[in-house]
């Protein structure tokens, strides 16, 4: 849960884009869907909604199982059509997932095919977990990591990424990351995205080596761990003196 000064913040801005919006119906580069062009560092929450969209789009067809870790508010499984044959779970914090439980409930949104799984992935065997459920690891899955890789600590992300990759054959993980450079760098913005993060409770605490190529680094992790790199999109302009600040990816199990 944010902090009330953080919700108070929060509600000002929004009301001043949403009064701006509608007297000019003018859209903030960082608000509009599909999200297009170079990714800075402020808009990457907006971007990264067409990239985990778009995954969703390309890979969900053909896999019955839809597993979003780390669920947070995300509202894509009561967005899919009623008869996609696909049954999702999110798992997530146990008061998060009383919050957003309530939330649906006075929304009048049902979700008969939706699963809740509550887990702490610093603490708990969110797999153990998600297969009393009814998640079958023997069938294919495609697993959503959004906004959640940047706030766990090393061991939580390396047991995380085994436990996807001890499922079937063919299963995909798209997620998110930051390099280790928002969390090392000097830079006022940086200085002050980690003093926020922290303030309301939610620090940053990993980041893969930035050391470029990135890409060699973020394979690196991955193979250890069992997965292989399908694809990625590095963030930021990387060269051999400029290094990238995070990336979107999508593994798979092989």
């Known amino acids: 849960m944010r902090k009330p000064s953080a919700a108070v913040a929060f509600y000002a801005l929004s009301t001043v884009l949403l009064f ?11 608000f509009r869907y599909p999200f297009e062009g170079e990714i800075p560092p402020q808009a990457e929450a907006s971007a990264r909604v067409t990239f985990f969209d778009g995954a969703v789009d390309r ?4 896999i ?3 597993v979003i ?11 899919l059509p009623q008869d996609t044959p696909v049954t999702s779970f999110e798992v997530d914090a146990p008061k998060t997932q009383a919050v957003k439980r309530d939330i649906l409930i006075k929304a009048r949104i049902d979700a008969p095919r939706v699963t809740f799984v509550p887990a702490d992935f610093e603490k ?36 995380t990424l085994s436990k996807v990759a001890s499922c079937a054959k063919g299963s995909l993980l798209a997620f998110d990351y930051f390099t280790t450079e928002p969390l090392e760098s000097s830079m006022p913005y940086w200085r002050f995205g980690r003093a926020a993060a922290k303030a309301v409770g939610e620090p ?3 980041g893969v080596d930035s050391a470029p190529p990135s890409r060699e680094r973020l394979s690196e992790l991955l ?4 997965l292989a790199l399908l694809e990625q999109h590095v963030l930021g302009r990387e060269t051999k003196k400029k290094r990238a600040w995070g990336g979107f990816a999508i593994a798979v199990v092989e």
Do not use: C, N
Request: hydrophobic share 40%.
């Open 124 to 159: 708990d065997d969110w797999l153990a977990k998600l297969v009393d459920a009814g998640f079958d690891p023997r069938r294919p899955a495609l697993f959503l990591w959004e906004g959640v890789t940047m706030y766990l600590d090393r061991g939580a992300i390396e047991d």
């Open 69 to 79: 870790l780390g669920a947070g508010f995300d509202t894509r499984p009561y967005r």
């Open 59 to 62: 890979f969900l067809p053909g």
């Open 20 to 30: 701006a919006h509608r007297v000019t119906g003018f859209v903030p580069k960082t």
């Open 204 to 206: 940053l605490k990993f």
């Open 223 to 226: 193979r250890s761990r069992g």
């Open 64 to 66: 019955d199982q839809l």
